[in-house]
C-alpha cells in the first residue's frame, strides 16, 4: 500500500529543480509547479515543502477518489500532474469504458470497482501516452514523458 508521501517522492523523482523552458508552455517552473497554472507563486523561490503542499491539496485529494486501488490513484496523480485533473479523469473513464464527461460519479465509479487493478493501470497510462502523442510538444518532451510513462508501466508491475 503506498500513500501521498511515496507518491510525493517517485513525482519528485521526475520533477526537478527550477527551470524556464521557452518550449514549455507552463513557463517558469520549479518542482513541477508551472508559473502558468500558479500565477501568484514566486516560483523561483518555491520550496520542495511548499510544493508538497500544492501537490496534496490540488493534486492527490482531487484523484485519490471512490476508494481506487492505492496504486491506480498513483498512476492518476502523476497523470494529473502532467495534463491536469480534467484530462486525468477523461482519460481514465475512457479507460473503464464509460462516458468521459469529466465528473467520476456513481457510473465511473461502480466501474472502477468492477475493473481489476493491473488492467486499471495498463489503460489508465494507454490513454496517456495516446494523449501525449497529440500534444504540440511531443516533439520537445516526448522522449522524457515516455520514459516517465515507461517507469509508471514498472512500478505498475511491482506494486499491484
Excluded at 121 to 129: H, P, T, V, W
Aim: proline letters at 4%.
Amino acid at each position: 500500500m503506498i500513500g501521498f508521501d511515496e507518491c510525493f517522492d517517485r513525482l519528485i523523482g521526475h520533477e526537478g529543480g527550477y527551470v524556464n523552458d521557452p518550449n514549455d508552455p507552463g513557463g517558469e517552473t520549479k518542482w513541477g509547479i508551472s508559473k502558468r497554472s500558479y500565477p501568484n507563486l514566486n516560483i523561483r523561490d518555491l520550496t520542495r515543502e511548499d510544493a508538497k503542499l500544492i501537490y496534496l491539496r490540488d493534486f492527490w485529494e482531487p484523484v485519490n477518489m471512490a476508494n481506487l486501488h492505492d496504486d491506480v490513484v498513483w498512476q492518476l496523480f502523476d497523470f494529473a500532474v502532467n495534463s491536469g485533473i480534467q484530462t486525468t479523469i477523461r482519460a481514465f473513464q475512457r479507460a473503464l469504458m464509460v462516458a468521459d464527461d469529466g465528473y467520476f460519479g456513481p457510473i465511473s465509479k461502480a466501474a472502477a470497482k468492477l475493473a481489476a487493478e493491473a488492467d486499471q493501470i495498463k489503460l489508465i497510462l494507454a490513454e496517456r501516452l495516446e494523449f501525449m502523442t497529440r500534444t504540440k510538444n511531443w516533439p520537445h518532451h516526448g522522449k522524457g514523458w515516455a520514459r516517465r510513462i515507461a517507469a509508471n508501466l514498472r512500478h505498475g508491475a511491482t506494486d499491484s
